[in-house]
T-cell receptor, first 114, second 113 residues
Framework: AQSVAQPEDQVNVAEGNPLTVKCTYS??????LFWYVQYPNRGLQFLLK??????LVKGSYGFEAEFNKSQTSFHLKKPSALVSDSALYFC????????????FGPGTRLSVLP | NAGVTQTPKFQVLKTGQSMTLQCAQD?????MYWYRQDPGMGLRLIYY???????DKGEVPNGYNVSRLNKREFSLRLESAAPSQTSVYFC????????????FGPGTRLTVT
């Protein structure tokens, strides 16, 4: 079974509007959850993580994510989207099947329209 | 600080040829990783090295070998390339496995014909 799912291949949002990129997970034990962003022809860059503590996590570039244990979700959010936020976004979860390493979701392409 | 560097950036191989992808990090990280990225599949872990002197298989290790040459360097070898290994390969490093964020290199785009 997939450890992490990103149900939307593509999300389109107008500049200035709030954005949400969805992620759900399925792992045993306490989940360690990460979000990364990939700009064209670049490697992934870390945005934020949830290990323990407050369910609302704040990260780089104004992004935040909300951990919801009952819904097994870790959605990425930003109150006001910028055109420069257009990129590929990956959710990742630690999966003990691979030691302490992470499994990445398939990615969601975010397009922010001017 | 260069972070994580990878060579080469691009490579075209014929089926059956071999090559080694090189990766180096200058952040004194203990753990290093090799992933492949294919459209619609996200990143899949090929091999990882939790610390210098150790290597372990990830999700898709078949057809690959790795060497953790020292704390800085982690290479990935394709002994006999196949078209199914056409992909973008990323190296990453982290202070320790499991909790810390990973830092990624710029990637190697490999085509096997």
């Amino acid at each position: 079974a997939q450890s992490v799912a990103q149900p939307e291949d593509q999300v389109n949002v107008a500049e200035g509007n709030p954005l949400t990129v969805k992620c759900t997970y399925s792992v045993s034990g306490n989940p360690y959850l990460f979000w990364y962003v990939q700009y064209p022809n670049r490697g992934l860059q870390f945005l934020l993580k949830y290990i323990t503590g407050d369910n609302l996590v704040k990260g780089s570039y104004g992004f935040e994510a909300e951990f919801n244990k009952s819904q097994t979700s870790f959605h990425l959010k930003k109150p006001s989207a910028l055109v420069s936020d257009s990129a590929l976004y990956f959710c990742a979860v630690r999966d003990i099947r691979y030691g302490q390493n992470f499994v990445f979701g398939p990615g969601t392409r975010l397009s922010v329209l001017p | 600080n260069a972070g994580v560097t990878q060579t080469p950036k691009f490579q075209v191989l014929k089926t059956g040829q071999s090559m080694t992808l090189q990766c180096a990090q200058d952040m004194n990280h203990n753990s290093m990783y090799w992933y492949r990225q294919d459209p619609g599949m996200g990143l899949r872990l090929i091999y990882y090295s939790a610390s210098e002197g150790t290597t372990d298989k990830g999700e898709v290790p078949n057809g690959y070998n790795v060497s953790r040459l020292n704390k800085r360097e982690f290479s990935l070898r394709l002994e006999s390339a196949a078209p199914s290994q056409t992909s973008v390969y990323f190296c990453a490093s982290s202070e320790a496995p499991g909790m810390g964020e990973q830092y990624f290199g710029p990637g190697t785009r490999l085509t096997v014909t």
